[in-house]
């Protein structure tokens, strides 16, 4: 495939992602009050994931390909690689959360019942599912990687996703700190890692759900949590820990993969 359809397709389906994201983002504007919404919250989630499968079953057609080439397999594939990824952030999150409460780094009040903040997980958990980590895991290490991949080994592919990823966030308004700065640039290489070495988008999507969802669920709105030394605890046991045990843990998993390998047309 020429460098320049390549450059077009990949251009399309951004500008459409951004555009969608700006859609949805202004309608939670709209329809939400001063306080967090879950019902809002989830339904946005629904528009996005409801636009991204549009979006990409219309070019998926136009290229005439399959959704297989976007990182899938079969569902049982599927399944066993979302569970990887989830896997892969929860065990080294929740190792690092007992060591970062053992030295003292982070202190966690709870404001709530056992059975209301299940409840609330399992909600947050399917609406970052659907707001987040499915629409831009298909996107952008599904429709974008595998482009990428068809001109550029594995390892270039996901440096170059990493930066569309990261200026993506920075059209839909998701570099609103110099905390998200950091994170995102990161965050998308280390996704783009987990597609890469596994071949599957889902364990990257497994991987996307875990973090946010433990990410948003401390955050004051939600009202179940008030923490001290949270920096630190997303850094030292939500980031640190789980990339580093689960870049190593996947070399064991894949043992076959070849960096230097690239997609067939």
Known sequence: ??????????GIVMLLGI??????????????????SRLNHFFIALLTTFFTIALLGIVCRIDNISWKNLGQASLRTNIFSFFVGFLLWTIPALVGL??????????????????????SIL??????????ALPEELIFRGYIYRYLHVSFPHWLTVILQSLLFTLFAFFIGAMYSVEQIQFIPGFAFI???FRAVSGNVWTSIGFHVAIMTATQILNP?????????????????????????????????YPHHKWSHKAPT
């Open 123 to 132: 909600i947050l958990f399917i609406t970052v599912f659907l707001m987040e």
């Open 98 to 119: 007992v060591i970062c409460l053992m030295l003292g780094w982070v202190d966690i009040t709870f404001h709530t019942d056992f059975n209301a903040l299940l409840l």
């Open 19 to 36: 555009a969608v994201w700006n859609f949805v983002i202004y309608i939670s504007d709209v329809t939400s009050g001063e306080e967090y």
């Open 191 to 193: 996704l783009g890692y």
């Open 1 to 10: 495939m020429k460098m320049t359809a390549t450059v077009v397709r990949i």
């Open 221 to 253: 709105s939600h009202g179940h949590f008030d923490v001290s030394g949270l920096f630190t605890l997303r850094f030292f046991a939500f980031i640190l820990l789980p990339s580093t045990i689960g870049a190593i843990a996947l070399a064991f998993i």
